[in-house]
């Protein structure tokens, strides 16, 4: 049996794997949460195909990102790649559907994207994105979206992380104040965005000293809001709207008081190209990557045909989180309850349904099961009730306890201390232990 799975695990493609039950409920409770969250705040739910038409992803990306993406060949010949994410999908329909007069528009999603990322980190290729993004002008747009990241994170019960902010506008002003040509600033970013350290130091010393020497000091630019004030320092000029823009963000969230778990890192950059102000990540201590990122993209839906709209928002991975929670030993509190009805025949099968919605809406999930060793075994292990239904009876329903404790399972799983109910009875008992 066993090597049975180990086959099937190897046949997978590298960074795919399946989520049992016990996984896959964490992952769906973790998800309604975060969701739950965006709801309340007014961000709209939407989809995005699952395959997207290769010009539509690769518009406006550099090679690098494209060569990151699952491509594939509908029966046209015609290049299709796998959402390697959405923000750039739901951005181009949005300009389309000619939504941009009606901005400003909150939208959130939940499903996978597929990148090629490097599984040597543990990072898995197949990426359960919970996302939300706000697309229009509004002066507190920025702190909202960073408000929201952090809420889900409260609301999934995970407080263990840090909130690093940067801002892509710095680097490229960097550069341009120090006169560095287009090529060897590409060279440059392109090095940061990797976090290619070596060849950044490397291209960096290839430059006049002064240069060499602020460009070195950037990537000591990490920690609290101390660092605004270095940042400005390190620009040859005295205006650094970057900086500015970062100073009102720390504003926002001192003001809501949700600075504790916020660093700036002016050297942070992420891995897309469409990015243009603040970029922020994520990061747990308990994993070795990012749990979420996002940032600004005023450029992009331009770009796309549509006008000059600031837009920014982020997207948390959702496996990502339950890996959090699994090396932090929290369980999910949400899992819901069981209460296993044992139905063993048809007359009494409408009464078993009828009482099956009532416990339902008590917030128990109800296994309708008919074999008695089942509920003799396994059952008691899981549910936190056993109802067999005889409706012969006057009073059809037989309720017992069954008990978590393997010692006592003998005990409390027969019949013995179980009770008659009539259907009132059952909610009322059922509703009591609750
Ligand atoms: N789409 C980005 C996250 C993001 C959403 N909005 C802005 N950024 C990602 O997959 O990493």
Redesign the pocket.
Known sequence: MKDSLKSIERKLPEGMRFYLPEQAEVITSLAKKGREVLKNWGYQSIFVPAMLPYDTVSKGLSDENVRQYYKLVDYRGEILVLRP???AAIAERLVGEGKCEEFPGRYQYFAP?YRHETIQSGKKREIY?L?A?FLGANKFADVEILMLAQKVLLNCEVDNYRLEIGHIGFLDQLLNELDISPKKSAEISGALARRDLVSYRQACRQLNSDAADRLMKLLDLRGGCKVLNAAEELMPVRECTSVQQLRKIHRGLKNLGLIEKVSYDLALT?N?DY?SGMVFEIMSPDLGYNIC???R?DRLIKSLGGEKIPA????MGIERLRLVKEKLCLTDNDRQEKILLRCQDLSSLKTSVNIAEDLQELGYAVILENSEKLVGEAAQKKCKMIIEVDNSSEKPFNCWKSSFDREKRAESGSAENSRKFSRAEVIEYVDGIS
């Open positions: 994410e959405m923000t994207v994105q996302g993004e992420r897309l990015y990122g996002g940032g993209y920014r928002g982020f997207a």
